[in-house]
């Protein structure tokens, strides 16, 4: 393979697919690499959505996809790998651990399942093909189960399937040490898999919970974000609070003109008894109960389940304000929901990191194929591509997504440093321009960033030799050292 090229690190490794497929004989190997030039050719970043059991992961894929796809009731599907793929053809794809498929139109993916007739524990993944334009232009979307079995060590499809991810959304009803033991297993077990702060984005959900349900959450929800985001560096990027049941709701076509009118008779209630509304609000359960309600079974389950109780109260503060249509009601949902902080998250966060998180997460499937050749032409293709797999590991966007376990093992008390480590270290990881993250002005010289380089690779090539460093520091440092070093190959030559 020739040069790599800065900035096409995707493109250098459809290059390498190409060349290695075109002398790969029939068989795994050759299917593995053509699936991975299938993704790069795609453009397309896979985002997996993980979280502990019941945390909310399902009804955010709905809202991102702005379509109910996703089951949300506990059924046996939720503990099934899910992903959702762009089709012409609305449909569900039920792949069998054996290779076996199956093929209905679409349908809730309990349903599918079930008209499969094989046991659920034969089942490998869903994947649900859909028109959903999010789907054709932006990302694939990957729904796992619980990681609470992570820990266990028994769930190897959800870890395959958050290993072939480009991000991680992390969705955490209520953010804890359970959410960290579970990451810190999930990278532990993951191995080379990459997931790190620099891919990953914290979702706090079910915020309308908080403050005991009553009232606005969202001053408590912000601080919460901002406090768990800087407690937990290592692990996200960042931390946004949403209300995802607000948003798979008002992103989708579920909710329609004559569910106006169960409102319009509460907000009536509401302007003669007020006590009644205020006490029917307090839990869905005081919701489906209250006798002085005007609304018939079925239409509180209906509100519940596409607004919850916070959702009704915000939607009848709305109507009180003079919203009159169904689609202006929604529209302020969805603000009230943030789920456009996260979209926009997404986009700002990842539009610099695209190329490297989508060659990083090639790289992993390339690499585990790479060392399964079964005669030795096939076991010498595979070795020359390791060795272009190797260049592209060596670039610098790639090796900094390994500072982020560094800097997760320095906070967790792994490897010292001195003073003020943790905060360069922190700039290293998460920065994407090379100012910042070298503390220089945005309009430092090509001179300063290479005597600023210079001055940093000394420090950490002390830190790695010191006669008083341990082991792990060593190492450690050697990673900082090495990584800077890297970006020195990024610099114009010298005048």
């Keep these: 393979m020739g040069a790599l090229p800065d900035g096409n690190l995707c493109g250098y490794l459809r290059d390498c697919c190409d060349l290695a497929s075109g002398s790969l004989p029939p068989g795994h190997a050759k299917d593995t690499v053509t699936a991975v030039r299938s993704r790069l050719e795609a453009g397309l970043l896979r ?37 959702f793929t762009y089709g012409l053809m609305n449909q569900v794809v039920i792949w069998f651990t054996d290779g076996a498929t199956f093929t209905c139109a679409a349908q809730p993916l309990a349903s599918a399942v079930a008209s499969a007739g094989r046991p659920v524990g034969d089942v490998d993944f869903i994947e649900v093909r859909s028109s959903n334009k999010r789907l054709a232009t932006e990302y694939t979307l990957v729904d796992t189960p619980g990681l609470d079995t992570l ?108 569910d106006l009118a ?19 609000l307090y839990s869905a359960e005081d919701f489906k109960q209250e006798p002085r309600l005007p609304l018939t079974g079925a239409e509180r389950t209906r509100l ?44 700002r966060q990842f539009a610099g990191l695209a190329d490297p998180l989508r060659a990083r997460s090639a790289v992993q499937a390339l690499d585990a194929v790479s060392w399964l050749g079964a005669s030795p032409q096939e076991t010498a293709v595979l070795a020359r591509l390791r060795e272009d797999l190797d260049a592209v590991r060596d670039h610098p966007r790639l090796r900094q997504f390994g500072l982020m376990t560094v800097l997760a093992d320095l906070e967790a008390g792994r490897w010292q440093g001195p003073t003020g480590t943790a905060a360069e270290l922190a700039a290293f990881a998460t920065g994407t321009d090379l100012t910042a993250q070298l503390g220089l002005a945005a309009d430092a010289s090509t001179a300063q960033v290479r005597a600023r380089l210079v001055d940093r690779v000394t420090a950490w090539r002390v830190l790695e030799n010191s006669a008083t460093s341990s082991r792990a520091t060593s190492r450690r440092a050697r990673e900082v050292r090495e990584y800077l070093e890297s970006l020195f190959d990024t610099l114009p030559p010298p005048g």
């Design 47 to 83: 985002v997996a959505v993980g979280g502990r059991l019941n945390a909310g992961k399902s009804t955010l894929v709905n809202a991102l996809l702005g379509e109910k796809l996703a089951d949300t009731n506990a059924t046996e599907c939720t503990k099934l790998v899910s992903r």
């Design 151 to 258: 820990t266990d060590g028994l769930d190897d499809m959800s870890l395959a399937a958050l290993g072939e991810a480009d991000v991680l959304l992390y969705v955490m009803p209520h953010p804890g040490d359970n959410d960290v033991e579970a990451l810190t297993a999930l990278r532990r077990k993951a191995g080379g898999a990459g997931i790190t702060a620099l891919s990953t984005i914290g979702v706090l959900s079910r915020i309308d919970q908080l403050g005991q349900g009553a009232g606005d959450p969202w001053p408590v929800a912000r601080r919460q974000a901002e406090r768990y985001a800087d407690q937990l560096t290592a692990l996200f990027g960042t931390v946004i609070p949403v209300l995802g049941l607000l948003a798979e709701t008002a992103l989708g076509d579920r909710f329609t003109e004559s």
């Design 262 to 280: 169960p409102l319009r008779a509460l907000l009536e209630l509401r302007a003669t008894d007020p006590e009644a509304v205020e006490f029917a």
């Design 304 to 347: 519940l389940d596409l607004l919850g109780n916070h959702g009704v109260s915000v939607a009848l503060d709305v109507l009180d304000g003079g919203v009159r249509s169904a689609t202006a009601l929604l529209a302020a949902l969805r603000a009230h929901s943030g789920i456009d902080a996260l979209t926009s998250q997404l986009s």
